[in-house]
């Protein structure tokens, strides 16, 4: 009888750290997110909390790495893309004329309405 309750309790207390678990990364991903756009159509959106290296099209490939996204190849002239800052939780972009490719931070925290108004930190 008392070995059964322990198992129950045990059992609880793991499925309790499991939601726990789902909880924390799944409210890690909703926060850091870049979106990608290619000639302003959407290629994707990607977590920052994994790491990993995303071939955009044929002309640039962008790495996330540390909760951080840049530039690691591109076939444009000017590079200007590779030297730009990280796009990081805080957000940012990171934009490559020549290839019209767009890497932009997402903040999934504000976007109730961040479509039909983008935060605009304006001193007026
Ligand atoms: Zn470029």
């Not at 045990?10 to 990608?36: C, D, E, M, P, Y």
């Not at 590779?82 to 490559?96: F, L, P, R, T, Y």
Request: charged fraction near 25%.
């Amino acid at each position: 009888m008392k070995k059964k309750e322990l198992i129950f309790i045990a059992g609880i207390l793991i499925l309790a750290g499991v939601l726990w678990l789902g909880f924390q990364i799944a409210g890690k991903r909703s926060h850091n997110t870049i979106r990608i756009t290619v000639d302003g159509k959407e290629f994707g959106t990607y977590s920052l909390s994994q790491d990993q290296i995303i071939h955009i099209g044929d002309t640039n490939v962008c790495e996330i790495k540390d909760g951080k996204v840049t530039m690691i190849e591109a076939t444009c002239p000017d590079h200007y893309c590779m030297k730009q800052k990280a796009v990081d939780e805080h957000g940012g972009s990171i934009i490559c004329l020549p290839n019209k490719v767009v890497i932009e931070g997402e903040n999934t925290a504000e976007d109730s309405d961040s479509e039909s108004s983008p935060k605009i930190d304006a001193v007026t």
